[in-house]
Nanobody
């Protein structure tokens, strides 16, 4: 599975962004897809995951602000990010777990005034 992440950019604190992760094949049977992020000097961390039956899980730091969703018809997973904070600044990576683990190339999110 190839994953193409997009939607990152520069946004002011309190703003919103929507990240997209387009897969090269149907995601209908992919067990789990998610978003991770890595800030400079820090380890990659889980942001949100969604399973094939649409069960979701979020990092405590983003609960209530971020929403992960999937559109099986478009082979795409989204991450809606609201009320962004400077500490959300990182490279965001898309991930898929199905008969192996796959990663997208990352998209930069910068939250700054």
């Amino acid at each position: 599975v190839q994953l193409q992440a997009s939607g990152g950019g520069l946004v002011q604190p309190g703003g919103s962004l929507r990240l997209s992760c387009a897969a090269s094949r149907s995601i209908y049977t992919i067990n789990r897809m998610g978003w991770y992020r890595q800030a400079p000097g820090k380890q990659r961390e889980l942001v949100a995951i969604i399973t094939s039956v649409a069960t979701t899980n979020y990092a405590d730091s983003v609960k209530g602000r971020f929403t992960i969703s999937r559109d099986n018809a478009k082979n795409t997973v989204y991450l809606q990010m609201n009320s962004l904070k400077p500490e959300d600044t990182a490279v965001y990576y898309c991930n898929a777990v199905t008969m192996g683990t796959y990663w997208g190339q990352g998209t930069q999110v910068t939250v700054s005034s």
